[in-house]
């Protein structure tokens, strides 16, 4: 401003002087920076690389010098605390400073300050703007199953198009990089199997046969398919990259379908003087099924009305009852049947031909009627046993005798000297296989003479568990000393080289023993599954002779699952805010919950417990991603215009299991205020009466005016934008006091319209 001043004084003539005032105004920090939007949108892919640039933010100040020089900062306090963005102070350009992950966080919302260079207490005037960067998805995960391995059984005349299971497979990524389709890698050679490649549901295709034979093993008893995944994208990933594949075991149960049929001969011949228990022919039936479908038991239906013979049902051993004759019945048809034990049982029949030998009528008699020896088991062929002797009272050629041995249980294993009646050993003799031998020895015509031979033990055989692997399932809240399995093994030796006594060896962790008699294997402590889910070892069986033979069997003990874990909050105690305005179903926070246990019983769903009364906020039940409900308004929320609003949640973490256990955790949610409310004055007209010899100074009136908003938003300046063109008039900003500046002349201006305006 450039003014020209004049002095005079009161002297006669007047004397007049002038000066030149130059008054230069300086600049005050009065006009803080203004952002050119209040909210920026920005998409980001997940895999752009740190650096990348997301969107450049402008503010502009009127100020001068360092009052106008507008620098930039992200408000770490109120979002981005992990510092995944940072904003160039001087240029206002955003840029990415960490690698994205869009699953762990989809969408992230900044807080960017810009702030003059002005000396306020505070380090100058400023403003913020919202920056909303959505993440775009991209296919860097792939499927995982939800279980390693599926088991099932079906039985063997499944038919063809039948559902067998359905696995279940997930991919964390969206749209279509999360589509999921199913294949079948390997173990159906045979194309017997189907899997739906949307659905995973897996079908037989052709007729399965438990009995059907393979071209590397007799029978086909169960299936391991090896099962992939793979997602939408271009390329594919596959669940191929962390696992060797899902293994679906299907095991195919046996039925009933096959019956005996008989492999002995139809042809039995038996001498006429044989004792009654006499060994006549063995009758053996096989039949290919298992379990009791393949038990057989023999029956005698029809040709045995005399009851000359016996037939033990479960050997198939046929022996006789009666004292034979030749002259009275030299033949016999027996119909024999076998039959198994399935339900429905099937059977099969055999005509059974006992031919009845005829005997001289003088018959040589043996200078004992009963021979005893014994011989040791394992020893060469030709081994003497015994020398047995006959004398015959018949003359000439009939009293010549030849020694000769009847057919019997064993008979195979000797040689008898026809002339001498020497008996000697034709193979190798094993006691466990058979101890004791009666056998018939007679000259060339017909008188018998027994031998009873025992054969002695020696510790040639190991104990033999009844299967080389146990495994069985037990739940983890299993009482301790509870017997979990029996095991048992068998020696075919004889005395304390046949007795068995049982040992574990291998690291069972103190939580397993044996019982060395029994074989009882029961549990020594608690057990606890999400300490350790499997213990493998083995059982040893040992015979108690000098030798000590043993042998092992492999146990696998898998720990069931109990829900005895309470799913547990990361924190007990959430602080989140969120800004009024936002449209429903923003998200506002995720918690999460971790389940030590496996499967419904470690799946966690949330719910909200209490505080939500007005359903104002949603939680996603399986993400425990909490949500807004409705739209949030600050000025309706909270209880005082200096605070504030604030929402206190009690959330719910459940599992699924039975009984169900739970926990709970707060959030506090803290709903920050928006300008979205223009001052209201108290009174829409002020009328004031002020007398025109009131002094320069004088207060003449006061306006004020309210804000709902909070902070400052809420904080009100005043200033007059018309009736005062002559500067009659002072308006505090900051109070709404307005004084006189002005003499007043009542005849020059009565009335003055001053139009004012709050801000």
């Not at 075919?492 to 294997?521: C, H, K, P, Q, R």
């Not at 805010?577 to 429903?584: I, K």
Request: glycine letters at 6%.
């Amino acid at each position: 401003h450039r003014l020209v001043v004049e002095a005079w004084d009161g002297g006669s003539p007047r004397r007049r002087g002038r000066l030149r005032v130059s008054v230069r105004v300086l600049d005050e920090n009065d006009n803080a920076p203004a952002f050119s939007r209040g909210e920026y949108r920005a998409r980001l892919r997940e895999d752009a690389p740190p650096g990348t640039a997301v969107c450049r933010l402008r503010a502009t100040d009127p100020d001068l010098g360092a009052n106008g020089e507008v620098r930039y900062a992200i408000n770490r306090r109120q979002s981005d605390p992990d510092g995944y963005f940072a904003v160039e102070e001087r240029s206002g350009v955003l840029r990415l400073r960490r690698p994205l992950d869009r699953e762990a966080r989809a969408l992230h919302r900044l807080v960017v300050e810009a702030r003059d260079g002005g000396a306020q207490p505070e380090g100058g005037l400023s403003a913020q703007a919202f920056v909303r960067i959505e993440i775009e998805d991209i296919n860097d995960n792939q499927p995982v199953f939800e279980q390693d391995i599926y088991v099932t059984s079906i039985s063997s005349h499944t038919q063809p198009g039948t559902e067998i299971i359905n696995v279940v497979a997930t991919d964390r990524d969206s749209g279509i990089y999360e589509v999921v389709s199913y294949r079948i890698c390997s173990g159906d050679s045979h194309g017997k199997f189907s899997i739906d490649p949307q659905f995973g549901i897996i079908r037989t295709k052709k007729q399965l046969d438990h009995e059907a034979q393979t071209v590397f093993a007799e029978k086909q008893q169960e299936y391991t398919l090896r099962i992939a995944a793979e997602d939408g994208g271009s390329p594919p990933l596959t669940s191929l990259l962390t696992l060797d594949s899902l293994a679906v075991k299907i095991v195919i149960l046996d039925i009933n379908d096959n019956s005996p049929s008989f492999t002995s001969s139809p042809l039995s011949y038996v001498m006429e003087d044989v004792e009654v228990g006499f060994l006549v022919h063995h009758i053996i039936a096989k039949d290919p099924d298992e379990g009791r479908n393949g038990q057989v038991t023999y029956h005698i239906l029809s040709g045995n009305e005399n009851k000359a013979f016996v037939l033990d049902k479960i050997t198939g051993l046929l022996t006789t009852a009666q004292l034979l004759d030749h002259e009275v019945q030299e033949r016999y048809s027996l119909t024999v049947m076998a039959l198994d034990d399935g339900s429905p049982a099937l059977s099969a029949t055999q005509v059974l031909t006992i031919i009845v030998l005829d005997v001289n009528d003088e018959t040589p008699v043996f200078l004992k009627q009963l021979y005893e020896t014994a011989v040791h088991e394992n020893r060469d062929p030709g081994e003497f046993v015994i020398k047995v002797e006959a004398v015959d009272r018949d003359a000439g050629l009939n009293s010549l005798l030849q020694y000769e041995i009847l057919p019997g249980a064993g008979y195979e294993k000797f040689k008898m000297n026809s002339d001498s009646g020497e008996l000697v050993t034709a193979a190798s003799l094993d006691r466990e296989t058979q101890e004791v031998f009666r056998i018939k020895g007679s000259p060339s015509r017909s008188s018998t003479s027994q031998l009873h031979l025992t054969v002695l033990d020696e510790n040639d055989h190991s104990p033999l568990f009844a299967k080389t692997q146990y495994q069985i399932s037990v739940t983890e809240d299993l009482e301790e000393g509870s017997a979990i399995l029996d095991v048992s093994a068998s020696d075919e030796d004889d005395g304390l080289n046949g007795e068995i006594m049982y040992s574990l060896i291998d690291d069972t962790y103190g939580a397993f023993a044996i019982d060395s008699v029994t074989g009882s294997v029961v549990t020594t402590k608690a057990l606890d599954r999400e300490t350790k889910s499997q213990y493998t070892f083995r059982a040893v069986a040992s015979d108690c002779s000098t030798h000590f033979p043993r042998s092992t069997t492999v146990m696998t003990v898998l720990i069931q699952d109990v829900n005895d874990n309470v799913p547990k909050f990361e924190q007990s105690y959430y602080k989140a805010s969120v800004w009024e305005g936002q449209s429903p179903e923003t998200d506002i926070i995720q918690v999460f919950a971790t389940d030590l246990d496996s499967g419904l019983n470690g799946e966690t769903e949330y719910s909200i417990l209490s505080g939500n009364e007005n359903a104002t906020f949603l939680i996603d039940s399986a993400r425990g991603i909490l949500a807004t409900n409705t739209g949030l308004d600050y000025e309706n929320t909270s209880s005082y215009r200096e605070t504030a609003a604030s929402h206190q949640l009690v959330l719910l973490a459940s599992d699924r299991g039975t009984p169900s256990l739970n926990s709970t955790a707060t959030v506090l949610i803290t709903v920050l205020d928006v300008n979205d409310n223009p001052p209201v004055f108290s009174s829409p007209e002020y009328h004031v009466h002020v007398k025109e010899s009131v002094p320069v100074g004088s207060h003449i009136t006061e306006v004020a005016a309210k804000d709902c908003d909070a902070g400052t938003n809420a904080e009100i300046t005043y200033t007059i934008i018309s009736g005062n063109d002559r500067g009659h008039f002072y308006l505090d900003g900051r109070t709404g006091s307005v004084n006189l500046m002005k003499m007043l002349d009542y005849e020059d201006t009565m009335k003055f319209t001053l139009i004012i305006q709050a801000t």
